[in-house]
């Protein structure tokens, strides 16, 4: 068995095939959905819980509604600060699992399929470098879930600790976009 895991060449991405898979069956739980719902009940302890899980496609709405029902009872800023923590949680999961296995995997699987190397002309080129951590933020924190942002940014050569401060200031910024338009929509 593990002379098999050796030479599993492309475990990153059966495993991030698998994640997603399992995040889809997870996403049509009722349970999962029902728990996001009574984090409203652990207060700053749910604003975190919920951040981590304001990251994910599958889970972003729900935890947006956890978020906005907290602050019916709790200080919104402070809901964003904590949220923002719980979303980097998040966030460095799949910056990690990105920059560290999955790059790797998916450059060797394009360089068998594209021989003249084209795309990889164009992802070396200077406009190409800053444009990715670019597009990557603004992703992160709009209000949508952020696993591309943070695969765009861990394409780069970005360092772990500026991502860390990145990913809690734009998910913070989000969070607060999202209490701002709910308190648009209600007046």
Do not use: C
């Not at 991405?13 to 399992?22: C, D, S």
């Not at 975190?48 to 019916?72: K, N, P, W, Y």
């Amino acid at each position: 068995m593990s002379s098999y895991k050796h030479h599993w060449k492309y475990k990153n991405l059966t495993i991030a095939f698998l994640g997603i898979i399992l995040a889809i069956l997870l996403s049509r739980v009722e349970g999962l959905h029902t728990f996001l719902l009574h984090l409203n009940g652990l207060g700053y302890v749910g604003a975190f819980i919920a951040g981590m899980f304001f990251v994910s496609t599958f889970t972003v709405a729900t935890s947006a509604l956890v978020l906005l029902t907290l602050t019916e009872t709790l200080s919104p800023l402070k809901i964003g600060l904590i949220a923002g923590l719980g979303a980097v949680i998040g966030d460095i999961t799949i910056f990690h699992f990105v920059k560290d296995n999955l790059t790797q995997e998916i450059e060797d699987l394009y360089n068998r399929m594209d021989r003249k190397r084209h795309l990889k002309k164009l992802f070396h080129t200077k406009y190409f470098n800053w444009m990715l951590p670019v597009v990557g933020a603004i992703i992160i924190a709009s209000p949508l879930p952020d696993e591309l942002g943070v695969s765009l940014i861990g394409l780069t050569k970005f360092s772990t600790g500026k991502f860390i401060l990145m990913s809690y200031l734009l998910n913070s910024i989000g969070i607060f976009l999202i209490f701002s338009g709910s308190v648009f929509i209600r007046h």
